[in-house]
């Protein structure tokens, strides 16, 4: 079992930036790759970025290219999601997700999911 938690999330405006921290605990962090997702009211949970088990890989949605980066710490058992540029729409429910696989951009690849953290984009 790995346990996730997310913080970081809260009310910033448009154009603003805002850093997603996931603190993973249970098995060997390093073992998983990681992902970020977020879900919107009304909308499914959608695929926002990856990062291999060792960090030397990253993927991206097309829709925040250049403008959020994820990273990860093995040693601390953390995942960060920087966001910068935000926009109203981005306004979600933002998720880290764990599987001991590749990368996967669907939500159901994934094993173990944190509680989510809100973010609010206000324009």
């Known amino acids: 079992q790995v346990q996730l938690v997310e913080s970081g999330g809260g009310l910033v405006q448009s154009g603003g930036s805002l850093r997603l921290s996931c603190t993973a605990s249970?098995?060997?962090?390093?073992?998983?790759?990681m992902g970020w997702f977020r879900q919107a009211p009304g909308k499914e949970r959608e695929f926002v970025a990856a990062i291999s088990w060792s960090g030397g890989t990253t993927y991206y949605a097309d829709s925040v290219k250049g403008r959020f980066t994820i990273s990860r710490d093995n040693a601390k058992n953390t995942v960060t999601l920087q966001m910068n540029s935000l926009k109203p729409e981005e306004t979600a429910v933002y998720y880290c997700a764990a599987r001991t696989t590749y990368y996967s951009q669907l939500p159901s690849a994934y094993e173990y999911w944190g509680q989510g953290t809100q973010v609010t984009v206000s324009s």
């Open positions: 249970g098995r060997t962090f390093s073992n998983y790759a």
